[in-house]
T-cell receptor
């Protein structure tokens, strides 16, 4: 069974304090790994798609990396507006038919 | 433009009511999805439509009935819901779902907050 876990469950950072969020997966045939940001009561906002181990993508203060077993979302010098829940999801299966979300990491950045 | 719109934003209904949620995208995407999300939980997939045909139904109760009138529209018809069905209902779309191929990124709408009394 395809599984996705994320750690930590919650993270509190001071403004400017860099850190990383982890997404670990156990799937049969990874087709893609996706990172989303979600604010309370709103739909997930797409951040990155990663397809193969070694791939990296950056957007502003965020950088996503992928290995064969996990992905990291690095946040450099975060600001309070980066506070949100960060979700990772994987697409897997022989036909890419499985799309599974992890439980998310709730990030709070304090001014 | 990566916009998916959903209406209404909020919905309150009784257990005997019939209501519908609507989703629309104009990105030319051929796959559309319904998700249910409870508070502090990740989205759970309910239905997938690919080229206007239902391709995945994740064992959802029959009180939820999806409909895809055309490639831009997706409806979710609700009937005889239970209070535990209260949740945020999210619609998403992607370029397409290819058999044996790579699924494109899913783009989500803002959701409909549903409360069943």
């Amino acid at each position: 069974e395809d599984q996705v876990t994320q750690s930590p469950e919650a993270l509190r950072l001071q403004e400017g304090e860099s850190s990383s969020l982890n997404c670990s997966y156990t799937v049969s045939g990874l087709r893609g790994l996706f990172w989303y940001r979600q604010d309370p009561g709103k739909g997930p906002e797409f951040l990155f798609t990663l397809y193969s181990a070694g791939e990296e993508k950056e957007k502003e203060r965020l950088k996503a990396t992928l290995t064969k077993k996990e992905s990291f979302l690095h946040i450099t010098a975060p600001k309070p507006e980066d506070s949100a829940t960060y979700l990772c999801a994987v697409q897997a299966g022989n036909y890419g038919q499985n799309f599974v979300f992890g439980p998310g990491t709730r990030l709070s950045v304090l001014p | 433009d990566t916009e998916v719109t959903q209406t209404p934003k909020h919905l309150v209904m009784g257990m005997t009511n019939k209501k519908s949620l609507k989703c629309e995208q104009h990105m030319g995407h051929r796959a559309m999805y319904w998700y249910k999300q409870k508070a502090k939980k990740p989205p759970e997939l309910m239905f997938v439509y690919s080229y206007e045909k239902l391709s995945i139904n994740e064992s959802v109760p029959s009180r939820f009935s999806p409909e895809c009138p055309n490639s831009s529209l997706l409806n979710l018809h609700l009937h005889a819901l239970q209070p535990e069905d209260s949740a945020l209902y999210l619609c998403a779309s992607s370029q397409e779902v290819l058999a044996g191929g790579t699924q494109e990124t899913q783009y989500f709408g803002p959701g409909t907050r549903l409360l069943v009394l």
